[in-house]
């Protein structure tokens, strides 16, 4: 049975620095790629970054690089996902969901439809 649990969300000011965690089991042997998502009310849900969970390469959307990494760790079975935030601005308050997907397309790997499971989400707020 496929999991997917999300940590790690919270409430924070301008400037500061949040890390987000996903626990991934019970599938991980047919991934190739996971990454995270986010979205606010009435927009569409974006791609914020992924890692090719056998080489670790990474992909970023434009708005993110050089304040977010993403990394994994692989052991017995499972895939734990993490996600650095540094430097946030209130324009990164949003639900930031976790994402598994079953091929990788290089830097193209950023649409919805190439992951197919999804994590419930975690409120980010960036707030002074």
């Known amino acids: 049975e496929a999991h997917m649990v999300e940590s790690g969300g919270g409430s924070v000011q301008p400037g500061d620095s949040l890390s987000l965690s996903c626990a991934a089991s019970?599938?991980?042997?047919?991934?190739?790629?996971m990454g995270w998502f986010r979205q606010t009310p009435g927009k569409e849900r974006e791609f914020v970054a992924g890692?090719?969970?056998?080489?670790?390469?990474?992909?970023?959307a434009d708005f993110v690089k050089g304040r977010f990494t993403v990394s994994r760790y692989n052991a017995n079975g499972k895939i734990t996902l993490s996600l650095k935030m540094n430097n946030l601005k209130p324009e990164d308050t949003a639900v930031y969901y976790c994402a598994a997907g079953p091929y990788w397309r290089g830097y193209y790997t950023t649409a919805l439809t190439d992951y197919n499971h999804w994590g419930q989400g975690t409120q980010v707020t960036v707030s002074s």
């Open positions: 890692i090719n969970v056998a080489s670790a390469i990474e992909i970023y």
């Open positions: 019970g599938f991980t042997s047919s991934v190739y790629v």
